[in-house]
């Protein structure tokens, strides 16, 4: 299983990010997919996620700002993220919790990272 982010980059305060999560390889079943992010000297923290229903939760840092989605036919999460602040910028990752095969409980995984950075 793999999972892969694109999207991060540089911009300035007030603008908006689009990062998307394409998950691929072995796939039973695809539960929550979701994004956590983690600035220098904190701690990784959930930012938004997605169950496979449709459900979304969010950070209360960013409720109204950015709008999770997911593409079930794609294995594909995405992060609109608008009105970025300063504070938001940190390493974004995204985070899915599924199936393998089968026989295999659902357990989490994650993408590589993606350096988000909100600058004048």
């Known amino acids: 299983v793999q999972l892969q982010a694109y999207g991060g980059g540089l911009v300035q305060p007030g603008g908006s990010l689009r990062l998307s999560c394409v998950v691929s390889?072995?796939?039973?079943?695809?539960?929550?997919m979701g994004w956590y992010r983690q600035a220098p000297g904190k701690q990784r923290e959930l930012v938004a996620a997605?169950?496979?229903?449709?459900?979304?939760t969010y950070a209360e840092s960013v409720k109204g700002r950015f709008t999770i989605s997911r593409d079930n036919t794609k294995n594909t999460v995405y992060l609109q993220m608008s009105s970025l602040k300063p504070e938001d910028t940190a390493v974004y990752y995204c985070?899915?919790?599924?199936?393998?095969?089968?026989?295999?409980?659902?357990?989490?995984?994650w993408g590589q990272g993606t350096q988000v950075t909100v600058s004048s």
């Open positions: 997605v169950i496979g229903g449709g459900t979304t």
């Open positions: 985070n899915a919790i599924l199936r393998p095969i089968i026989t295999s409980p659902a357990r989490p995984y």
């Open positions: 390889g072995s796939i039973f079943s695809l539960n929550v």
